[in-house]
């Protein structure tokens, strides 16, 4: 242990860098997109960390790497303080062993909530308090989903609000051809009752309404774990959605056979399914939304999350070419309101210091959103940025989605433990669409739960 924390230490010596508050990007007070007063006020509040050095241990790579520390170097700006990012491939395993060597960052980002409860139980993450619980729930839309999903149990068994949620990532998309939709005469659904219509029509006006793959190499069938998740939330209460998640009602629990089933009936008609429903498991992910780009289109939806674009044939405009829409709830359960899947980073501190605190106190400006807002990559449910900041109009949408949300859960799979949110539940909904019943499906993937005991 102590051979590989040194050789650590010293990656991430090497790897780490401070920001330049010298090349902020977009200059203070000239951009009225964005909220200055909140940095002057910020800056004002905070020069007390002035020479301090804040060492932050995170998962942004590559390009992400350079915008989070475009974002930082207005930290640096504001208070005079150093910030010192690094990052490693292997972050999630890097940070268990600093945090158990007694040498961890002052802060850690993951997006991983389950990795954090565990620090959290171990005593490993400081508790941000009450006050920041509190801004979460008037700021955020949907904030009591926020800070649910920041609280933890700490060592002494009581929960606390450990993880402040920022960079938020949108799974409850349908993507579509608007070009396809105004040829055929269809309008984009506002209702999961207008959605189920809308794909009766399509298939009755001869064509093939949704493109779905699940294919993904060692991980086949993720996406329909996503559906799944989707329907719970659009079916379900959020509570019922966090006793699934936690094993507190079984797999085979009639809420959960019943949004498995919900999904079939999108993905097991052979009249509703490009290839038919046979093709689903076998179709990869990737390649699965380019039938709403042929001629004539294979397909007219697709469900998956606001990384997709990724794969539409190159040259594709997104609002031109695609576009998409929030997969809307049933009007018949107002109760349920309008719930959002996603997942997204979470900050937290390991190491406590003035200059610790000030950062946790920075991600509840505007500023500290907008100018990642205005470039790529970024949302957030912070109900007092400007939407115009955003870079672009599809990013602009999504976060007017996000901050519409009434519930925000987290993607469930990633709560639960890996051999069944990463194993069973993958394989469970391969053999669903290849025709097992969701009934025996739940069985076998509580089964595999229960074997964890």
């Not at 997104?318 to 309101?337: E, R, T």
Request: proline share 6%; charged share 20%.
């Amino acid at each position: 242990m102590k051979k590989i924390f040194l050789m650590s230490v010293a990656a991430m010596a090497l790897m780490a860098s401070a920001a330049s508050a010298a090349d902020l990007k977009f200059k203070p007070g000239e951009d009225k997109r964005f909220n200055w007063a909140s940095f002057e006020e910020f800056k004002a509040a905070h020069g007390d960390v002035k020479g301090q050095t804040l060492t932050i241990f995170g998962p942004w790579r590559g390009e992400d790497e350079t915008l989070v520390k475009s974002m930082l170097a207005y930290f640096e700006d504001a208070t005079g303080a150093t910030v010192n990012y690094s990052s490693s491939e292997n972050y999630e395993q890097q940070i268990v062993i600093d945090t158990q060597a007694g040498s961890p960052p002052n802060i850690a980002v993951l997006p991983q909530p389950g990795l954090l409860a565990d620090l959290a139980s171990k005593g490993f993450l400081v508790d941000l308090g009450g006050d920041a619980a509190k801004w979460m729930t008037e700021n955020y839309a949907a904030g009591d989903s926020w800070v649910k999903l920041g609280s933890y149990k700490g060592k002494d068994g009581a929960d606390h609000f450990y993880a402040f949620p920022y960079k938020a990532d949108l799974k409850s998309l349908v993507w579509y051809s608007p070009d396809n939709f105004e040829d055929a005469g269809y309008e984009v659904p506002k209702t999961m009752e207008e959605l189920k219509a809308l794909t009766e029509k399509i298939a009755a006006d001869g064509h093939k309404p949704w493109c779905i793959g699940l294919g993904s190499g060692g991980a086949t069938g993720w996406p329909a774990t996503d559906w799944v998740e989707d329907m719970m939330l659009r079916t379900q209460k959020p509570e019922v959605y966090d006793q699934w998640v936690t094993n507190q009602i079984p797999f085979n629990d009639p809420a959960v056979v019943g949004a498995i089933d919900e999904f079939g009936w999108f993905a097991r008609n052979d009249a509703y399914v490009d290839g038919g429903a046979k093709a689903v498991a076998s179709t990869d992910f990737r390649d699965s939304p380019k039938g709403m780009f042929s001629s004539p289109p294979k397909c007219y939806l697709h469900r998956q999350a606001s990384f997709i674009p990724s794969f539409f044939p190159e040259g594709t405009k997104l609002g031109q070419d695609a576009d998409f829409f929030y997969l809307p709830p049933y009007a018949s359960k107002p109760d349920l309101g309008n719930p959002v899947l996603g997942a997204g980073t979470l900050v937290a501190i390991t190491k406590d210091s003035p200059v610790a605190r000030a950062f946790i106190a920075w991600l509840q400006t505007p500023i500290a959103h907008e100018v990642w807002m205005a470039q790529s990559g970024f949302l957030t449910p912070f109900k007092k940025v400007n939407p115009d900041a955003y870079s672009n109009e599809p990013s602009k949408k999504m976060g007017e989605i996000l901050t519409n949300a009434t519930t925000f859960r987290f993607d469930g799979s990633d709560l639960m433990p890996g051999k069944i949110g990463a194993g069973a539940f993958w394989t469970g909904m391969v053999d669903y669409a290849g025709g097992k019943s969701a009934e025996d499906v739940g069985g076998e993937i509580q089964k595999a739960w229960d074997a964890l005991k």
